[in-house]
């Protein structure tokens, strides 16, 4: 049988996966020699065998903890339920992975009126007996029991305004006295201490799946099946009198990074005091001053702590009369600067090598220098939570459409665009926007994927809100109605919605921000290249480290006013004589455009997407806009009408786009071409060097490529002609199609690069719409019947599966081929790691996910090859 119980004096932090984090610390400071109450640890396995047996203790579990606890009592020369000399415990969760305040805890177990009155014998302090037994009764009863705390807290509040008495620290024992018999009319708990250490575990096992812990380990993709360990460990009274207290204490600023010692004490308190915030608390200093000789202790504790663990640490400490203990110490959670700084730091100070520093900063902790972020302090009033499609902060009035957007931000008002779902027709909109809400859609949505482009916070799939744009106003489930002018805040970064001004931390960056993103450089193998197809968004990406553009959406340059004119005029074109025409205006616009990019981008290749999108995305949809439509070309409604109804299709992802544009209009490609290159003719002629990549979409066999290969090399040769300039071009496909994927091996001798399209393939990988999977993703996701959104991290297992084959199966034909991946997920820390391991030469994602991407691509490659 597995040894199931640990002595403190038995683990050590290299056991956290089987004693937890709480319990692997507590017996490394008990080895360290540190005043540590001393107790045992119930492991993680035997939670895990709890809830296989369907919610039973192992059989032989109790024996197994008595002999424990015998020895326990040993050490700390009292004994658990005994009254004359008692030894009480508390039993708390701690799981591998931090958890603060998910799971719960109780304190002063093993107390009971024959007990309660043998401790305020023994110690000649009844008041701290009785404080401790009220204590108990709450907290055993809410966590046990299932008795709301509220109501414990209620007769309190009650007692007190009777009795003129507003704090804790002002009731006498016989107040406490009072409290505990209407206690007991309120819940009939066990008396016997053993039944109520057995229920207590039971208790903290089952604290594993409360929707509070679910709902953390979801956000922070920790595993359900981890489980907690129970670390039962002798109580110290920070409540025992005025030379006694509780603190917590951080060994660094968790808020700015600094190194200095932070941390707040309150006198006369138990440890909960502190944290429930019950009272106000005083600066750790004031130890310093009233009892010096423990502060002095406490300091130097730290400081070891720090040193011994090589990280910020956040320690929970109790003074009972006059002598220190140390409760817990873990890594402390922090601030996306303070990890910053703290990690830079560190290496300075010689504690940690550059390749640890890089991995003690998570990407939500880079979220910070890149946006404007909600004051996590100041928030008030949610109204609704949607999917976090795009980080930041932002606030400003409601509007329903794009050009009313336009129409407010002229005016030099920030504006929230609130929509029930956009459309390419919306870029103006969305481009003066401060920030964009939507009830549809979903990560990977057009919403969602052009604010992440533009750095604009969204929110997508916010289906708690029932947006009507006609009447220009938007319920939420709770009653509350938004209308046009309505203030509100967006959180990019959690999903939520607020009333009002909420205030925003700036984002800037620093220079120990750049110091570890140099450092991701020097580590990293995986290029960093960025989505992009506005100079603005090019010379931003550039900004911020982007070693080239990895994907161009050449369709995204025809959505302004004058541009959407003519494309429409091209589509609505009935000869091929008619639309050549509009063609040679759009290459004007489109050669301009790729013009500025090669000069952004001097020197680092720049991979374009043919045109991709279906048709119909580009024409109007209501009658007044095909009117309009129809003026403007000079062609009858019903003409406009029916070429629309035309283009329309049951399923337009699977219809006709992609590379089939290629095959039925040759000439639009051909136009592309002549603009690409021409583009990096003039580019070449300035003193700039082009390096263009031309990506054909949505392939699903060698003979479309070769057929669209031909016309982009006859345009090209065509360009190059008499020009004296040779300007080397390479042509490649988007792998985002299954198909693709499975004959990798037939489409390599045809391309020089594969980019996987991720947000396609996982869309048909899956049959789920990206569109649409946010209305019932979320049902999946707590139904537990997907482990995480396969849109938001890459699905290694099938999709990635698909990547795997198409690599090794090319490279076997053809090993010189570049692969990068375009998709959304190229910007997520978990699918970048991936991406690394399947041997990927590039990632491309939104702009300001650069950074982000840099420090995952150097994260896998220490993950990988370790620290040295």
């Known amino acids: 049988m597995a040894k199931r119980v640990y002595l403190f004096s038995e683990g050590n932090k290299d056991d956290r996966e089987l004693l937890g984090g709480k319990g692997a610390n507590l017996c490394e400071m008990t080895t360290l020699g540190l005043p540590v109450p001393f107790g045992f640890v119930i492991t993680t396995d035997t ?10 203790l192992p059989g032989l579990l109790e024996q197994e903890y008595r002999v424990a606890l015998d020895l326990v009592e040993k050490k700390m020369g009292a004994r658990f339920g005994d009254p004359e000399n008692p030894l009480l415990f508390s039993v708390r969760s701690g799981a591998p992975v931090s958890m603060p305040g998910m799971m719960d805890t109780i304190l002063n177990l093993g107390l009971n009126d024959e007990i309660a009155a043998g401790l305020a014998a023994k110690t000649g302090n009844p008041r701290f007996a009785y404080d401790s037994y009220r204590r108990f009764i709450g907290m055993f ?16 509040e009650k007692y007190k305004a009777a009795h003129g008495k507003t704090l804790d620290v002002e009731m006498s ?37 409360t929707p509070r812990a679910n709902i953390y380990r979801e956000m922070n993709n920790i595993p359900d099946t981890m489980g907690t360990a129970v670390c039962v460990q002798a109580m110290v009274f920070g409540n025992f009198g005025d030379d006694s207290g509780s603190g917590v204490a951080f060994t660094r600023n968790p808020s700015t990074g600094e190194h200095s010692f932070f941390g707040e004490f309150l006198f006369n308190a138990a440890g909960e005091d502190v944290v429930a915030g019950i009272r106000t608390p005083l600066p750790v200093a004031a130890l310093q001053e009233r009892q010096p000789e423990v502060y002095d202790e406490l300091f130097k504790t730290q400081a070891m702590l720090e040193k011994h663990y090589r990280d910020m640490q956040d320690l929970e400490f109790t003074v009972q009369e006059g002598r220190f203990y140390m409760l817990q110490t873990r890594s402390g959670k922090r601030t996306g600067r303070a990890a910053v700084k703290i990690a830079v730091d560190m290496v300075g100070e010689g504690l940690i090598s550059e390749r640890e520093a890089l991995l003690r900063v998570s990407p939500e902790h880079v979220e910070a220098f890149l946006h404007p972020t ?48 956009t459309t390419p027709e919306d870029i103006h909109g969305m481009k003066v926007a401060a920030g964009i809400l939507t009830e549809l859609g979903g990560m990977t949505s057009h919403a969602a994927v052009v604010a992440r482009g533009m750095g604009v916070c969204a929110i997508t799939g916010c289906g708690s809100l029932h947006i009507n744009v006609a009447e220009g106003i938007a319920h939420s489930h709770d009653g509350i109605t938004l209308k046009r002018g309505d203030v509100i805040t967006l959180d990019g970064s959690t999903g939520e919605v607020m009333l009002g001004d909420i205030p925003k931390i700036a984002a800037s960056s620093s220079d120990d921000f750049q110091t570890l993103l140099s450092w991701a450089d020097k580590h990293r193998k995986l290029k960093v290249r960025a989505n992009a197809e506005t100079p603005e968004d090019a010379a931003r990406a550039r900004e911020l480290g982007a070693e080239g553009i990895g994907l161009c959406r050449t369709e995204h340059m025809f959505f302004e006013a004058e541009r959407i004119e003519k494309m429409r005029a091209m589509i609505l074109s009935e000869t091929s004589a008619e639309r050549q025409k509009y063609l040679e205006e759009l290459l004007v616009f489109q050669r301009e455009d790729m013009l500025e990019l090669f000069k952004v981008m001097d020197g680092l290749p720049v991979t374009i997407r ?32 029916e070429i629309t109804e035309s283009l329309s299709e049951v399923n337009p992802m699977l219809g006709f786009r992609g590379c089939r544009l290629s095959i039925v209009y040759p000439e639009i490609t051909e136009m592309q071409v002549k603009a690409i290159m021409g583009a990096a003719v003039e580019a070449t002629r300035q003193g700039y060097k082009a390096r263009p990549e031309i990506m054909i979409p949505l392939v699903v066999n060698v003979r479309e490529i070769r057929m669209i290969t031909e016309i982009i090399d006859r345009g090209a040769q065509e360009v190059l002609r008499g020009t004296g300039i040779s300007v080397p071009y390479k042509v490649g496909t988007m792998m985002e199609t299954p198909r693709a994927t499975l004959g990798a091996d037939r489409l390599a001798p045809a391309v020089e690069f594969m980019s996987f399209g991720t947000n396609d393939l996982t869309q048909m990988t899956y049959g789920f719409s990206r569109d649409d999977a946010g209305k019932f993703i979320p049902d999946y996701l707590d139904k537990k019947l997907i482990d995480s959104d396969p849109f938001v991290s890459l699905d290694q297992r099938a999709v990635g599966r698909l990547m795997e084959m198409a690599v090794e199966d090319s490279r076997r034909v053809k090993k010189n081929i570049k692969y990068g991946i375009c998709g959304e997920h190229g910007g997520d820390p978990r699918s970048i790691r991936f991406c690394h391991r399947l041997g990927l030469d590039y990632v491309s994602c939104s702009p300001f996910r650069v950074p982000i991407a840099r420090i995952a691509a150097a994260q896998a490659r220490v993950e990988e090859v370790g620290d040295d």
């Open 374 to 421: 909600v004051d996590p302090e100041a928030k008030t009033d949610i109204i609704a939570t949607g999917l976090p499609a795009s980080p930041g902060g932002a606030t400003g009035e409601v509007v329903f459409s794009a050009d009313e957007a336009e129409e407010v931000a002229a005016k030099g008002r920030s504006v929230i665009l609130v929509r029930r779902e």
């Open 47 to 56: 939670c895990r065998e709890y809830f296989h047996s369907g919610n039973k």
């Open 610 to 641: 043919l045109l991709d999108p279906p048709l119909h995305e580009f024409l109007p949809h209501t009658e007044e806009d095909m009117r309009e439509l129809a003026e403007a070309v000079g062609k009858p409604l019903e003409t406009v009408r």
């Open 141 to 156: 009863a809410d966590v046990v029991m299932g008795v709301p705390g509220e109501k414990f807290e209620h007769e309190i």
């Open 173 to 209: 024992a016989e107040d406490w006295q009072a409290i505990i018999a209407t206690y007991k009319t309120l819940v009939q708990f066990p008396e016997d201490p053993f039944v109520q250490l057995k229920l207590a575990v039971e208790a903290v096992f089952k604290s594993w799946h």
